[in-house]
């Protein structure tokens, strides 16, 4: 007779103490964070949020600045599919045909009604506008480059015989939804490309003061403090006011990424330095100068794999404000504007008073970008426990 050993709780919960215990730091955090629940909901909302803005061209029916625009249907409310209706049940959903007409109750001003007895089923995996996925396009710069790898015209959803725009349309017809998703990607570029410059300028700099001191050291300190007390608002005025008007929408796009790098290092690269004046001291640090290491291997190797943890929670924790600063600059009309789709570019319009009081579905990109600052906070605080052993001590 066969038979199968079971395991029992004390084998578990020995399995459960080893694999503690042999467990690197990585899995620790990991660990810890997945019991976090808030962390773990804000995590999935903005992996979703990000899958969204990469896969922006394909999930959008219509292109955000030219070809999608709808000249029948500007400020257009938004557009619900529907299944059924007083006409009967549809597999298929469907949304209403738009007729135009004046009308006496509005001083014959144009006005769209939906015509209810002729319905425009949804189709899936519909041709449009081309777009490309994964790819670099540098003519705007004046380079010869245009490479993508994957070029396509599908989309995931449209029409037969006229046009959806679930997030309604703009004053000049350009489908809402469409833009949405584009600035989800718009911001979070921006966003990553600041926070890799900042993340390089913090490790070079704090790494150097915190490892050498002495009057290298003072200097680095004297450089970070003078950029700490850069006022941004009239800086980026000040820049604003000589950028040439010729550049294109991406030179603007790369320079506010590049400036928001430039004064977004300073806080990070204290703390480097700060890890590093305590680390520096520490036998395994004198045992790898004594072997022969270099200066830069015994900060590469040694010390700052000793806080990595840390540093990935700052990233993490700081691409917020980077999102949110090229939101307020575009906002003011001193960042990203058309027909480049951003999020603050996006939100000028919601200080309209026309727009609070008719066009209230323009306030849905306002929600995305409310969602996406969210998550990366709550992402960020759930990582800074997790990485924090002692977390839990302190509630």
Known sequence: MFWRKTATAPDIDQKAKEAYFTAGQGQLIMARFKSNRTAMIAAWALIIMIMMGLFAPFLSP????????????????????KM???????????????ERERSMATNFRWVVKENREHRLYMQFFTRDWEYSLFGLDLRSFGLNVDVALIRSNIHLFGVEGGKIHLFGTDASGKDIFSRTLHAIWTSLAVGTLGVLISFVLALAIGGVAGYFGGWLDSVLQMITDAIRTVPQIPLFMAMAAFLPPEWSSEARFFFIS????????????RRIRTHLLTERSQEYVLAAELCGASSSHIIRRHLLPSFTSYIIVDLMISFPYMVRSETALSFIGLGLKDPVNSLGAMMQNVSKADVLLNYQWYFIPVLFFVAL?????????????????YSDSKK
């Open 62 to 81: 219509y292109d955000p600045t030219i070809a999608g625009r709808d000249d029948q249907y500007e400020n257009g409310a938004p557009q619900l599919p």
């Open 84 to 98: 059924w209706d007083e006409n009967g049940f549809s597999l298929r959903p469907f949304i209403y045909a738009n």
């Open 258 to 269: 590049i400036i928001l790098g430039l004064i977004g290092w300073p806080t990070l690269a």
């Open 373 to 389: 600052v969210l998550a990366f906070v709550f992402v960020g605080d759930g990582l800074r426990d997790a990485a924090d052993p």
